[in-house]
């Protein structure tokens, strides 16, 4: 629907919007909002940080620097990104998995995969975003703010032919104390891009490199009065074709090799890590012409892993997957069934099934329900990581989650959009970093099976052209039995927000002026190692304007962290201050 292409997830953790030169905006009319990942975020921006208002997602940073997502109440190993399809996977810690060295000037707004949507992906949650079309487009920005913080980036496409386009990008931001006083922060970043797009084919090649050196002090779960630090360095080179209309018939293939650097550091223990990992990946899917009423999805994926380690060895697996799901589809009916069947180096295949449907009560109202099962091997890290603060566990299994949700979607008018879903997840043989007592480590431990329970409200409500809102509500519950487990605390999987509100704005009262706000409130677990309140009030602002008499040049000012909360998203670690600043968007 035309709605569903407008939507907005609001600029709030950097700034810098694309502008609309003189030709498009020689009108009386106000514009309509543009939708892309650029919309949200600077050019420069971390990927991650445009998913701080999108409904179903929880992002946890440590200072900007570090990004662990969320969905569905999942702990970080359980969600993560993917791109054009191939999901990006790091075999050393899914801690990593928000790290995309693109910037979010050539990426689609994000999509949010669960249930059926989710094949081959993150084991609750993937959020998958697209290249998009190659249109020549040129952009510089520059900015400054709080904490010393600057950035500066560079997108430079040229259209050799109508269907044939090159660019190159490249980038860097620093920022000091983002959270504790020696907390820096520094990321570079540089890359190309070559693509070909007609009516219904578009092929990508993308090469890009990226490197990051942060302070880590309380990251991670290590004390906050030892200092640490880390460096990463990630080459990802990948390569996708498609061909059709991903909503009928279509063919889509990709390939991604990705290699990745951790160096972490904790000089006061005399302590390193160096750890380097290789990820090579290709998946192959699509969806046949209907043949009397009836049609096949498939897709089929395979993955190589590697890592080379100071403290956790050596380390080679491989995986693959196939999943078959015909379709059925009537006047209001549609029904989807099949199977997918995962293998994987030293362990049993495992078969998961997968089950959907969809009823139209009404041409405004649809129904629907689906069962499906998903399975992920821990990371490295889980299994064989040594540290003074945390250690791994070699005896971890297989992590199943079974899932059930039903719930109901519409489309009331042009200018509406709302769906509620309830789902049941069944988690077994979780794994989660445990705390035996206020002096122990973080262990990774089996706390067994975990019955999650959940509902989900999104309302998206678009009255004018220039102004769109969005809410949504999250409500999650986790059930485990005492006698079957039971420690002092929990860092990432039972500790989550029980209720998660969100709203988002973003309004264009003129035509040279964006207003957008995101409001999140949530009230969390108790957890022992929290000192702090259970309730977290996240608020971000940003005014764009665009003078008239340069129209391809955009002042973005923006408040982040209004309230200046301290709630603290990771328990017993310092959360970011409130961080105000200024940048300029040049683009023709």
Not at 85 to 108: D, I, K, W, Y
Not at 158 to 187: C, H, K, P, W
Not at 415 to 423: E, H, L, N, T
Request: charged residues 20%.
């Amino acid at each position: 629907m035309a709605q569903e292409k407008r939507k907005w997830i609001p600029l709030i953790a950097a700034l810098g919007v694309v502008s609309v030169c003189a030709e498009e905006i020689a009108t009386n009319e106000i514009p309509s909002i543009v939708v892309t990942a650029a919309a949200q975020t600077a050019g420069n921006a971390a990927i991650h940080e445009t998913l701080r208002a999108e409904p179903g997602v929880v992002l946890n940073s440590q200072g900007g620097s570090q990004s662990d997502l969320s969905v569905r109440g999942s702990s970080f190993s359980g969600a993560g990104l993917s791109l054009g399809g191939v999901t990006l996977r790091n075999p050393q810690t899914e801690h990593f998995n928000a790290e995309l060295p693109v910037p979010a000037a050539m990426l689609s707004r994000p999509a949010v995969l669960t249930g059926m949507d989710n094949q081959g992906g993150h084991l609750v949650g993937t959020v998958n975003f697209d290249l998009l079309p190659m249109s020549g487009k040129k952009q510089l920005e520059a900015g400054f703010g709080s904490d010393q913080r600057d950035w500066q980036s560079a997108l430079v496409q040229q259209m050799l032919t109508e269907t044939l386009g090159i660019g190159v990008f490249a980038g860097r931001e620093s920022a000091d104390g983002v959270d504790y006083d020696d907390n820096d922060y520094d990321r570079e970043y540089a890359g190309g891009h070559m693509q070909f797009h007609n009516d219904d084919t578009k092929i990508d090649l993308l090469v890009a490199h990226q490197e990051k050196e942060f302070g880590a002090r309380g990251y991670y779960g290590v004390d906050d009065s030892r200092y640490a630090k880390e460096e990463t360095e990630e080459t990802t080179v990948y390569l996708s074709a498609v061909k059709g209309d991903l909503n009928a018939a279509y063919l889509r293939s990709g390939i991604l090799w990705r290699e990745f650097y951790d160096d972490y550091y904790i000089p006061s223990w005399n302590y390193a890590n160096h750890h380097r990992s290789r990820n090579s990946s290709a998946f192959f899917e699509g969806r046949t012409l209907e043949i009397n009423n009836w049609s096949l999805g498939w897709r089929t994926d395979a993955e190589e892993e590697r890592i080379a380690s100071s403290s956790m060895g050596d380390h080679h697996r491989t995986r693959g997957g196939i999943s078959l799901l015909p379709q059925w589809s009537g006047d209001r009916l549609k029904l989807t069934f099949g199977v997918r069947s995962e293998f994987f180096t030293g362990e049993s295949p495992e078969y998961l099934p997968q089950a959907g449907a969809e009823y139209m009560l009404t041409d405004l109202l649809t129904a629907f329900v689906s069962y499906t099962e998903t399975v992920r091997l821990p990371s490295y890290t889980e299994l064989y990581y040594l540290s003074p603060a945390s250690s791994g566990n070699s005896e971890l299994n297989p992590q199943k989650e079974q899932q059930t949700e039903f719930g109901f979607k519409g489309i009331p008018s042009e200018f509406m959009d709302w769906k509620i879903s309830a789902f049941y997840r069944r988690s077994k043989d979780t794994v989660d970093w445990m705390k035996a007592g206020p002096a122990a480590s973080w262990d990774a431990t089996d706390v067994g099976s975990l019955d999650i329970y959940g509902t989900e409200m999104q309302l998206g409500w678009y009255p004018e052209q220039n102004i769109e809102i969005q809410l949504a509500y999250t409500w999650i519950y986790k059930d485990r039995k005492a006698s079957d487990f039971d420690q002092y605390a929990s860092r990432y999987a039972l500790d989550y927000p029980e209720h998660l509100g969100q709203v988002s704005l973003l309004w264009r009262p003129v035509t040279s002026v964006e207003i957008g706000t995101v409001q999140a409130l949530r009230r969390q677990t108790d957890n022992a190692v929290r000192t702090g309140s259970d309730f977290g009030a996240d608020s971000s602002f940003v005014v764009r304007f665009t003078p008239p008499q340069a129209p391809c040049t955009t002042i973005s000012l923006l408040l982040n962290n209004a309230w200046d909360d301290d709630f603290q998203t990771f328990p017993g670690q310092r959360p970011a201050e409130r961080f105000a600043g200024i940048s300029l968007t040049l683009n023709w």
